[in-house]
């Protein structure tokens, strides 16, 4: 019932950022564990950050971390990924995900509403 939508991707060089938003509508997000995955053509989405439900605690796939950082602004209802040092194994489609359990989740089983996704294209 809460509906997800993703903009701020585009193409960059590499080396560049690009800063991720994610605005839900339908219900507040306020409680909501909230996460990033990522999906390689021909391959299983997978986790890329995830953030709880009041900020506090986040997570970082290894291949990102040190250079994306997941926040969140419960008033605005949106949840943001800041991605810096861009690579061109970053180069995917990025999906936000919500869980009504508003704890880390790490899995694609784990929440329960999906964005479309937003194209990232990191040229070398």
């Known amino acids: 019932q809460v509906q997800l939508v993703e903009s701020g991707g585009g193409l960059v060089q590499a080396g560049g950022s690009l800063r991720l938003s994610c605005v839900a509508s339908?219900?507040?997000?306020?409680?909501?564990?909230m996460g990033w995955f990522r999906q390689y053509p021909g391959k299983e989405r997978e986790i890329a950050a995830a953030?709880?439900?009041?900020?506090?605690?986040?997570y970082y796939a290894d291949s990102v971390k040190g250079r994306f950082t997941i926040s969140r602004a419960n008033s605005k209802n949106t949840v943001y990924l800041q991605m810096n040092s861009l690579k061109p194994e970053d180069t995917a489609v990025y999906y936000c995900?919500?869980?009504?359990?508003?704890?880390?989740?790490?899995?694609?089983?784990?929440?329960?509403?999906w964005g479309q996704g937003a194209q990232v294209t990191v040229s070398s």
């Open positions: 339908g219900r507040t997000l306020s409680s909501y564990g």
């Open positions: 953030i709880n439900w009041s900020g506090i605690s986040t």
């Open positions: 995900a919500g869980r009504v359990n508003g704890g880390l989740g790490f899995t694609n089983r784990q929440y329960d509403y």
